[in-house]
């Protein structure tokens, strides 16, 4: 079956270190993977998106990385700070019709 | 300011009342979807539309209706709501890029309607 799975165990890092998200895909060959913020009561708000033929991405204290072998991506937060706490959600966009597909996201927590 | 808008950003309503979540954005985008979001289920799609006049189908279509009559509203209708619609509710757009939505831009969200149906 088609799966994409998110930690869905909160992360717990110290502030300043580097906090690291994996989204995991099963059955799936998406075109496109995208990682979005969410905060509580809120609409997720967009970060980045990596292409299939990309292996890293960078936008500030943000990497992306895109494994098509292991169907893994890891989202990196470096020098995290307590305003990075949000859920982050990754999501798959098929080449076939270019809808999203959505991780449940995982709850980071950074404590000061 | 570039957004989407949606109101209203709480309802509480009783079964079978008809209710109307509006939705618009300002960027001229010829994508919009809705989502609905349960704690554990992540994100589901509901309906979407590719642009005016075209709407189609998302995950979990079933006690919805949308319209697009306008190239900025994309309303969410329940005609006959039900407890299990109970949830929180986000409408999104995007540009479509050389006909391909979210090929190089994401989704802009707006901030949520949480609707309760008692």
């Known amino acids: 079956s088609q799966k994409i799975e998110q930690n869905s165990e909160a992360l717990n890092i110290q502030e300043g270190k580097t906090a690291t998200l994996t989204c995991n895909y099963t059955?799936?060959?998406?075109?496109?993977l995208q990682w979005y913020r969410q905060d509580p009561g809120r609409g997720p708000v967009f970060l980045l998106l990596?292409?299939?033929n990309e292996k890293e991405k960078r936008k500030e204290r943000l990497k992306v990385t895109f494994d098509t072998t292991l169907k893994q991506s890891l989202f990196h937060i470096t020098a995290s700070q307590p305003a990075d706490s949000a859920t982050y959600l990754c999501a798959l966009v098929m080449d076939s019709n270019y809808q999203l597909i959505w991780g449940a996201g995982t709850k980071l927590i950074i404590k000061p | 300011e570039a957004q989407v808008t949606q109101n209203p950003r709480y309802l509480i309503t009783v079964t079978g009342k008809k209710l109307t979540v509006t939705c618009s954005q300002n960027m001229n985008h010829e994508y919009m979807s809705w989502y609905r979001q349960d704690p554990g289920l992540g994100l589901r799609q509901i309906y979407y539309s590719m642009n005016v006049e075209v709407t189609d189908k998302g995950d979990v279509p079933e006690g919805y209706k949308v319209s697009r009559k306008e190239k900025r509203n994309f309303p969410l209708i329940l005609e006959s709501p039900s407890p299990n619609q109970t949830s929180l509710y986000f409408c999104?757009?995007?540009?479509?890029?050389?006909?391909?939505?979210?090929?190089?831009?994401?989704?802009?969200f707006g901030s949520g309607t949480r609707l309760t149906v008692v």
């Open positions: 059955n799936y060959s998406p075109a496109y």
């Open positions: 990596i292409r299939e």
């Open positions: 999104a757009s995007s540009p479509l890029s050389a006909g391909a939505a979210v090929a190089n831009y994401g989704y802009t």
